[in-house]
């Protein structure tokens, strides 16, 4: 049971930051957060307990990209 409290907090706060960064421009980092939930419930083929890991491992990531947005496009516009 607390597994799935955790997953739907942290669930409700990833899309809170992914909204966030839609609103902001933050383009590279939205593409990466997505990117990491489609290939973390890709590899546990949608399994319950795989499905909570991957939510909350992506939150993880939107907290670490936020912090430090990835800056592909800029290498290539310079």
Same mark, same amino acid.
């Given at each position: 049971? &607390? *597994?799935?409290?955790?997953?739907?907090? *942290?669930?409700?706060?990833?899309? +809170? #930051?992914?909204? =966030? %960064?839609?609103? %902001?421009? @933050?383009? &590279?980092?939205? *593409?990466? $957060?997505? +990117? #990491?939930?489609?290939?973390?419930? =890709?590899?546990?083929?949608? @399994? %319950? $307990? +795989?499905?909570?890991? *991957?939510?909350?491992?992506?939150?993880? @990531?939107?907290?670490?990209?936020?912090?430090? /947005? /990835?800056?592909?496009?800029? +290498?290539?516009?310079?």
């Amino acid at each position: 049971m &607390e *597994a799935v409290v955790i997953t739907v907090i *942290a669930t409700v706060f990833n899309l +809170g #930051v992914l909204w =966030y %960064k839609l609103e %902001k421009g @933050m383009w &590279e980092s939205f *593409a990466v $957060d997505v +990117g #990491v939930i489609c290939l973390m419930n =890709y590899m546990f083929l949608g @399994m %319950k $307990d +795989g499905m909570m890991t *991957a939510m909350c491992v992506s939150f993880i @990531m939107s907290i670490i990209l936020w912090i430090r /947005p /990835p800056q592909f496009m800029k +290498g290539l516009l310079s």
